[in-house]
T-cell receptor, first 114, second 115 residues
Framework: GAGVSQTPSNKVTEKGKYVELRCDPI?????LYWYRQSLGQGPEFLIYFQGTGAADDSGLPNDRFFAVRPEGSVSTLKIQRTERGDSAVYLCASSLSGGEETQYFGPGTRLLVL | QKEVEQNSGPLSVPEGAIASLNCTYS??????FFWYRQYSGKSPELIMF????GDKEDGRFTAQLNKASQYVSLLIRDSQPSDSATYLC???????????????FGQGTILTVHP
């Protein structure tokens, strides 16, 4: 079956612009995670959804970052007033129901803020 | 102190040798431990997970966990050039009685297996 998909694969934007990053999890997976990975670092947790609700958004760096999952499947990560420091690979992962199951990662979106 | 510490490497081993990757962590409440492999430009993929103290073997891979020493390692036997990648150690912590899988990653160790 299809894995986790993310669009776009690459996004170049200018400082101050708004961007949306999309994640389509594996069908039937209720748990969805967003991570951010900077060059030479491991992924850093941003937010976790169980169904439609954000169960833990403690990793969002500030109020410029927001994520939604209105129907419990596709999720969108939204970044307002982008800054150069937001440049990174944004990874989405899903698992069957949360907990300690395997998280399957998508290919990521490479965001470059000029 | 970082929550999860790994030597960034690079670790270079000859083909056929054993590669030993190490990870220490600071949170004694950590419950579950994972090793992910990440090829350059690709997303992480799970190799192994371990929950209990001791060793867990899967093919050429062995994960070792010592909760008292807050140490987890990954051994790769008969290393192959295709094993060359970044290896990420990750853990999840029980929060309020529920472990929901939020992963905390180390920075990763770059492994190079040369022919």
């Amino acid at each position: 079956g299809a894995g986790v998909s993310q669009t776009p694969s690459n996004k170049v934007t200018e400082k101050g612009k708004y961007v949306e990053l999309r994640c389509d999890p594996i069908s039937g997976h209720t748990a969805l995670y967003w991570y951010r990975q900077s060059l030479g670092q491991g992924p850093e947790f941003l937010i976790y959804f169980q169904g439609t609700g954000a169960a833990d958004d403690s990793g969002l760096p500030n109020d410029r970052f927001f994520a939604v999952r209105p129907e419990g499947s596709v999720s969108t990560l939204k970044i307002q007033r982008t800054e150069r420091g937001d440049s990174a690979v944004y990874l989405c992962a899903s698992s069957l129901s949360g907990g300690e199951e395997t998280q399957y990662f998508g290919p990521g979106t490479r965001l470059l803020v000029l | 102190q970082k929550e999860v510490e790994q030597n960034s490497g690079p670790l270079s081993v000859p083909e056929g040798a054993i590669a030993s990757l190490n990870c220490t962590y600071s949170d004694r409440g950590s419950q579950s431990f994972f090793w992910y492999r990440q090829y350059s430009g690709k997303s992480p993929e799970l190799i192994m997970f371990i929950y209990s103290n001791g060793d867990k073997e899967d093919g050429r891979f062995t994960a070792q966990l010592n909760k008292a020493s807050q140490y987890v390692s990954l051994l790769i036997r008969d290393s192959q050039p295709s094993d060359s990648a970044t290896y990420l150690c990750a853990l999840s912590t029980n929060a309020g009685g529920t472990s929901y899988g939020k992963l905390t990653f180390g920075q990763g160790t770059i492994l190079t297996v040369h022919p």
